[in-house]
C-alpha cells in the first residue's frame, strides 16, 4: 500500500549534486568576488529549482540538496553554541581522496537555546515545496567518534557524562525548534553506529581510550534525549552508512553488532540503511526491527552513475521481507549524492535517473 506520511514508498536520503552555478558561486564568495547577500539569492534561485525537480520525478519528500552547506556535518555542528569548526588533521580516512581536514571541538558548555541558523534553511523549503519538507541533519554522535576526548577539553567537562547529557540537550532544544518551524520529518545523519561494525575502527577507538562495546549505548541515549520533545506527529529517521566522499567510503562490516540497541533502545520511527554493496552485510539483522518502526532499504547506489535494473532491485527487496514484514519497507538511494559540495562521480542526469527508478519501482510495488 502507499504511504501517506514519510518515509514514503520512494524516498531519499538528502544531499544532492550541486548544480555549476551554485558551485560557480560559492568558489566567488569565498575569493571574495561576490558578498554574501549575492550568494544567498543564487542559493535561493538554485534551491527553488531542484524542488521543483524532486517534485517533478514524483518525490513526496523534498530538501535543499545541502546546497547552503560544504559538509553535511561540519555546517550543522560547528553552528552549535560550545562548538567550533577547524581545519586539522583527519584521525578516519577514507579508502581514496580525502576531504579537506575539517574538525570539530568544543570550546564551552554546549547550553544552547534552540535557535540554529538551519532553522531558517528548513523553512525555505517549506515555503517554496507542495510535497512534504525533510530536514537532514547529523546525528549528535558526530561530535563525539571522529575525536573522543580529543574533542572535549577536561577543563571544560572534567567528566564525559556531563558532555554526553548537554548534548543531547542541545539537540532537544534544536529539534523542538525545527518542530515550532513547522518540520514533520526530521533525519538524524548517524555513520557512527556503522563505523562501529568495522572491527578495525572499533580498533582505533579502543586506542585512544573509548569502549567500542560501550558507545552505542552512549550514543543511543543521546539520540533518545534529541529526539525526547519531539511531537507525536513528526517522523524522526536515522541514516545510516559508510562513509560518502567523491564514491568513497570508509567502513565495512554488515549491521549485526548494533541491530538489536539500534532498533530497539532507539526512539526513531524510521531507519533509511545502505544496503548497495557487500560491505553492508546481509538483511538478517532487519530480524530486529519491532512491529510499527519503517526500514528504507538503499539498493540504489548513489556512488556510480550506471542505473540498477528494476527486476535486481525487486528481488533484494524479496531477500529484505524474509526477515521483516514488506509493508514495514521503502525504497531509496544508499546515501546522498553529495555528502560534500565536491558530489559523487556521476552527472545530475544520472542522478535523476536513479530517482526517478525509485519512484517507479515503488510504484509497481507498493501502488
Known sequence: MPRTKPPFRADHVGSLLRPAALKAARDGFERGEIIAAELA???????????????????????????????????????????????????????????????????????GDGSHPMIEHFKFVAA??????KMTIP???????????NAVPPAIYPRMDDFYRDL????????????????????????????????????????????PRALPQIYAAMINAAVS???????????????????????SGGYEPVAEILFNAIDIDAYFMEYDSDRA??????????????????????KRGSLETKDAIKRRIEQAAEFIDPDQLCLSPQCGFAS??????????????????????????WG
Open 41 to 111: 539569492a543564487i542559493e535561493d534561485s538554485e534551491i527553488e529549482r531542484v524542488i521543483r525537480k524532486q517534485e517533478e520525478v514524483g518525490l513526496r519528500s523534498v530538501t535543499d540538496g545541502e546546497f547552503r552547506r560544504a559538509f553535511w556535518n561540519y555546517d550543522f555542528l560547528g553552528k552549535l553554541n560550545g562548538v567550533e569548526a577547524y581545519l586539522g588533521e583527519r584521525k578516519i580516512k577514507f579508502q581514496g581522496p580525502q576531504p579537506k581536514p575539517m574538525m570539530l571541538r568544543v570550546t564551552g558548555k554546549l547550553d
Open 128 to 133: 517554496h515545496a507542495e510535497a512534504t519538507a
Open 139 to 149: 546525528s549528535p554522535s558526530s561530535l563525539h567518534f571522529r575525536y573522543g576526548r
Open 168 to 211: 543531547g540537550e542541545s539537540y532537544r532544544k534544536v529539534v523542538r525548534a525545527f518542530a515550532d518551524a513547522g518540520c514533520r520529518y526530521l533525519q538524524l545523519d548517524e555513520v557512527n553506529f556503522t563505523y562501529l561494525c568495522d572491527p578495525k575502527l572499533r580498533a582505533l577507538v579502543a586506542e585512544r581510550g573509548d569502549d
Open 229 to 251: 520533545d519531539a511531537p507525536a506527529d513528526m517522523t524522526t529517521a536515522m541514516h545510516l552508512c559508510r562513509g560518502n566522499f567523491q564514491s568513497t567510503f570508509v567502513a
Open 281 to 302: 552485510g546481509g538483511f538478517e539483522p532487519l530480524r530486529f526491527v519491532p512491529k510499527g518502526k519503517m526500514v528504507v532499504l538503499g539498493l540504489v547506489t548513489s
Open 340 to 365: 560534500t559540495e565536491e558530489g559523487n562521480i556521476l552527472t545530475e542526469e544520472q542522478q535523476w535517473a536513479k530517482l526517478r527508478l525509485i519512484v517507479d519501482v515503488a510504484d509497481e510495488i
